[in-house]
């Protein structure tokens, strides 16, 4: 079946730093492609999408790009802050109608000053 | 900016008990989800339902668990018997057309004693 994985967290940075958060997919078709981010103590947001192949989806200065050659949608920052502490999940959707998002595992990120 | 809303934001309840968990969808969104997190772990999907019938479930929503939409606003979630497992966050989730963005409401955490 369909899957996300997502790289081990914890990530650790200092503020400024590069962020790369890497994620992988398995999916038959051509799924659409989230990534959710979820701060302390609440619930989930979608951070960005891309719903097609060699789409960049970006928001509040992330951005991740669908590459089907090699099944990724890896997230990356150029200069964190500390309030990007939290975890982001990436998912998947199969594009049928009323399937679930498929999340993967989630990786929380630190940031210090 | 309309929101998924949900209530209550936390239930106690003793093992073997009923519950019902609330959320209010985007009003003019069709589809309508359910997710739950175990402290620490990955989202789950359990349900989705279009056109007042399931579409979509998990292997996690067994007999146990319910969905109904009783009028044109709510959306809830049944837990006929409730077991310590049941402890989670709750996501309610829904969207526009299928394989669209799924937008998340803040969560009900139910502890199960």
């Known amino acids: 079946g369909d899957s996300v994985t997502q790289m081990e967290g914890p990530v650790t940075l200092s503020e400024e730093a590069f962020l790369t958060i890497n994620c992988t997919y398995t999916a038959t078709g051509y799924p659409s492609l989230f990534w959710y981010v979820q701060y302390p103590g609440e619930g989930l947001q979608l951070l960005l999408k891309?719903?097609?192949?060699?789409d960049k989806g970006s928001n509040k200065g992330f951005e991740a790009t669908y590459r089907k050659e090699t099944t990724s949608f890896h997230l990356e920052k150029g200069s964190v802050q500390v309030s990007d502490s939290a975890v982001y999940f990436c998912?998947?959707?199969?594009?049928?109608?009323?399937?679930?998002?498929?999340f993967g595992k989630g990786t929380t990120l630190s940031v210090s000053s | 900016e309309p929101e998924v809303t949900q209530t209550p934001s936390h239930q106690v309840t003793q093992m073997g008990q009923e519950v019902i968990l609330r959320c209010v969808p985007i009003?003019?969104?069709?589809?309508f989800y359910w997710y739950r997190q175990i402290l620490g772990q990955k989202v789950e999907f359990l349900v989705s339902f279009y056109n007042n019938e399931i579409s979509e479930k998990s292997e996690i929503f067994d007999d146990q668990f319910s969905v109904e939409r009783p009028d044109g606003s709510n959306f809830t979630l049944k837990i006929r018997s409730t077991k310590l497992e049941d402890s989670a966050m709750y996501f309610c989730?829904?969207?526009?057309?299928?394989?669209?963005?799924?937008?998340f409401g803040p969560g009900t955490r139910l502890t199960v004693l």
């Open positions: 989730a829904s969207s526009e057309t299928s394989g669209d963005e799924q937008f």
């Open positions: 009003s003019n969104h069709l589809y």
């Open positions: 998912a998947l959707n199969s594009n049928q109608a009323g399937t679930a998002l498929i």
């Open positions: 891309a719903t097609k192949a060699d």
